[in-house]
């Protein structure tokens, strides 16, 4: 890291002049020139990334366009994922400034760095961002933000303890397509809201051993990192290569948090529920019905091919992740290809063309509204308290369908009326510091 001149080896005049010289080519620190923590919307915000796989990439891509924001750093446990990033950075702002790290707590510690985007795997989300929030950087989290209810409590109240700025990763919330759907349902066009529709992959439990194999070295692939607060296992390749997706150690409530994190939270949003989550949960083999302290009804509808064909559950078309939102006056239904569609011609009118065609993955929106909350210190669109209900209400959900059995779920207590579906909201964490 770069050091600076000391004010005991010069004069005061000179070092006045040598530090003006500076400022005109470094990039100062947002958090250096804010007031009570806001930072100047003349200066850069200077972000770090935690973990750069696929996701990352693309989340990346888009927030490197954005002129007020400087990356300067990426941690990652493997060497050739360390290696492509920067090639991405520095080819970006044509230099070769962006700092590699394997430990993702040496990015932490320096103090120049404002922000951090969490990429990593699903099981490192929340501990990440609360090691984040506790070094003071403020978190842009990819989902699901927690593997369990308990994570999700935590990191909540971390951001609020730490007073630190955080977004999750359900960029739909910034959609215009999923954004005019909400609106709506909030305006009273559908009539008394009574259903919601949200989809998810066909849930799974799988925790099946992949045959063991040499351990690279850690400068190439950090396998104790690699794990962190998962339970130990072998090293094999296929794991750093995503396989560890639909694992019980490593995944999301038997993977319902793929797409739930993103369409439950948009169900959540249309029936105006940011504070609460479903009372009753009831799964089958086609889905989850939930229902809430209003009545209305969200229907968790399992996808067995998710990525082709939907019919009768969506209109294919409409892309992945789709939702539909119900009242005793009309519907709409949406997804990731940004048209909607009503069931009625008057509705189809009223929506209109008037709103901007964007694909369901863009991030650009999103990021935009969490930098401009870093410089405001305002409240995100997916801000902790979004993420922690509807993420809950994924789990729970999740919950029911792996104990085949109806619950009852206490919002306020964040319980369950049974004692075997409170033990699966949490899991044992395994100490990967030693």
Known sequence: MPTHPSATTS???DFILQSAAAAAVTIVPAHVLGREGAVPPSEKITLGVVGIGPRCTYDLTSMLQFPDVRCVAIADVQASRRDAGKKLVDTHYGDADCELYRDFRELLDRKDIDAVLIATGDRWHAAASILAAQAGKDVYSEKPCGITIADCQRLADAMHATKRVFQAGTQRRSVPNFQKAVELAHGGKLGKLHTLHASVYLPVLDNTWLPAEPTPPPEVVDWNLWLGPAPWRPYNQKYVERHWRGQWDFDS?????????HTVDLCQWANQADDTTPIFYEPSDTNIVCTYANGVKLVIDFLPDPFKKREPHYITRLGTCPVRFIGDEGSVETGDEGEIVADSAALQKEIGENYQRVRGLDVSAHGRDFFDCIKSRGRTAANQDVMRRSHIASHAAAISWILKKKLKFDPVKEEFDDAEA????????????V
């Not at 409170?422 to 510091?433: E, F, H, K, V």
């Open 11 to 13: 004069t005061r005049r």
């Open 253 to 261: 409530g038997a993977r319902v948090l793929d797409w739930g994190a």
């Open 422 to 433: 409170n033990l699966l909201r949490s899991r044992p964490a395994r100490d990967w510091t």
